[in-house]
């Protein structure tokens, strides 16, 4: 160990700085990955009701090259008010690799950036956190729950913690891989070497090697280049966890997970739902008296594939968001493209059953058609509340409860929410710019 780290681990990470990325990129693309997207923060973390833009610390503990900082950033630069951004990582190359995204992006000066452990942080002088991100790094740690005692130690009370923590049992064919790699590679110390010996070895993988089985998220690694290569299958310290041991984890801080999203974001939290592979009814209704987190294991060994825990998790659980709230905005995520909320009412029109929506990366999302939807789709914009939706549709058509209403508009929210592709915000949150727009700004800088 040096100081409170393993130098092989800031050794690897200084010679294979994580995510490897040209930060030229910049000029034409924005990478925001999915859990630091505000919307989905405010809809999970903070029952709808906090403007993620507004009075928000957020620290980035172990933040690579950068994708998190920057993406919180940059959403930042459209609204942002008296909040701010620290990047903290033991690696200095991956830290100058994220400094120079953001001084392509135009806000260098505005991320804070300190070199060193996350261990550390309290000592650092940054302040406390509404909002702390940490992917990919505590089970790096030689004591992952020291780091997260640190992380904790600078969170707000009502602050929220998202952690990525590897999968066990998605990735059990790479601890296979990194075992035998580790007999392959005994007598090498040269990494150059150690890289070309596990390309050798995976040319001319027998197939009955687990590997070749693996979830895409895990090939695509493979075919990622040396950087993730080494970060697969070469690490010189890393650990998964079960669902079991993330509680067991997380309580040790006297934590509560509020939502899991896994490596399929499309099903997001679902796949921790055993329903999603249990058809049998009666049978699924005993496994629903189990507790939560025995669930959620139950689903995790059934599944058997997901290989990357990612969470929200808090000191209290939250009172989660309610569609019953009448001063709610039922919005479309801001992932979608932009004429979404014409297109849905143009479709509702058209179509009799299922609404032919799809994600846009595809997914048929299958809305019943109800009744009242056409009334109820003119009126759905992203800006109206629940209340106001219904009760101009009701104005419209004359004789309905607006209770009949509400439960119309409520089977879509959740036909859409289910995908995480409905969220919802109080009134007095002005809405989230569409991911797709964000980049316009940096565009412009190099038009
Ligand atoms: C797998 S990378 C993940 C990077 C980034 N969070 C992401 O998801 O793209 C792990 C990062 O954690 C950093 N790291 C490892 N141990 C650390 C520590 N004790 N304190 C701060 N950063 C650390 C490494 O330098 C590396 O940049």
């Known amino acids: 160990m040096s100081g409170n780290y393993l130098k092989e681990v800031r050794n690897q990470y200084e010679e294979f700085p994580y995510p490897p990325v040209n930060p030229e990129d910049e000029k034409h693309r924005l990478i925001i990955p999915f859990n630091e997207v505000f919307s989905f923060i405010t809809h999970y973390c903070f029952a709808g009701k906090k403007d993620m833009r507004r009075n928000c610390r957020f620290l980035v503990a172990g933040g690579g090259t950068g994708d998190a900082a920057i993406g919180i950033m940059e959403q ?42 996350l261990l550390s942080v309290a000592e650092m002088d940054i302040g406390t956190f509404d909002y702390i991100n940490s992917s990919g790094v505590l089970h790096h740690l030689a004591d992952p729950a020291e780091g997260l005692k640190a992380l904790v130690s600078v969170l707000k009370p009502d602050g929220i913690l998202c952690l990525m923590l590897y999968a066990k049992y ?56 040396d950087a993730a290569l080494y970060d697969l299958l070469l690490h010189s310290q890393d650990r998964a966890y079960s669902v079991p041991e993330i509680y067991d984890f997380i309580e040790t801080q006297q934590l509560e997970i509020i939502e899991f999203f896994a490596d399929d974001f499309t099903l997001g939290g679902s796949i921790y739902n055993p329903g999603l592979y249990i058809k049998d009814d009666n049978l699924l209704k005993q496994v629903k008296t189990l507790p939560i987190r025995n669930q959620q294991a139950l689903a995790e060994l059934l599944h058997s594939k997901i290989c990357k825990h990612t969470f929200y998790a808090a000191r209290k659980a939250r009172p989660a968001v309610s569609f019953d709230d009448p001063d709610m905005v039922p919005y479309f995520d801001v992932s979608f493209t932009q004429g979404i909320y014409e297109k849905f009412r143009n479709l509702v029109s058209i179509s009799e059953g299922i609404i032919p929506l799809k994600s846009n990366d595809g997914a048929e999302l299958l809305i019943v058609k109800t009744p009242h939807l056409e009334y109820i789709a003119k009126y759905l914009d992203g800006q109206r509340t629940v209340e106001e939706i219904c009760t101009a549709a009701q104005s419209e058509i004359g004789d309905i409860s607006l209770v009949k209403l509400k439960a119309e508009l409520k089977a879509v929210y959740k036909s859409l929410n289910r995908y995480r592709y409905m969220l919802l915000r109080h009134k007095n949150i002005p809405p989230y710019l569409l991911t797709g727009k964000l980049q316009e700004r940096v565009n412009q800088l190099y038009a």
């Open 76 to 117: 930042l630069m459209h609204g942002g008010e008296n909040s701010e951004v620290v990047y903290v990582d033991i690696s200095s190359a991956s830290l100058d690799i994220a400094k120079k995204r953001a001084r392509i992006r135009g806000f260098e000066d505005k991320i804070i950036w300190k070199q060193g452990s």
């Open 170 to 225: 998605g990735r059990m064919a790479v601890y296979q891989m990194q075992e035998s790699l580790r007999l392959v590679n005994q007598n090498t110390s040269d990494t150059q070497q150690k890289i070309e010996n596990t390309k050798t070895i995976l040319d001319a993988l027998p197939e009955t090697n687990w590997l070749i089985a693996s979830p895409e998220t895990i090939l695509s690694e493979i075919q990622g280049g």
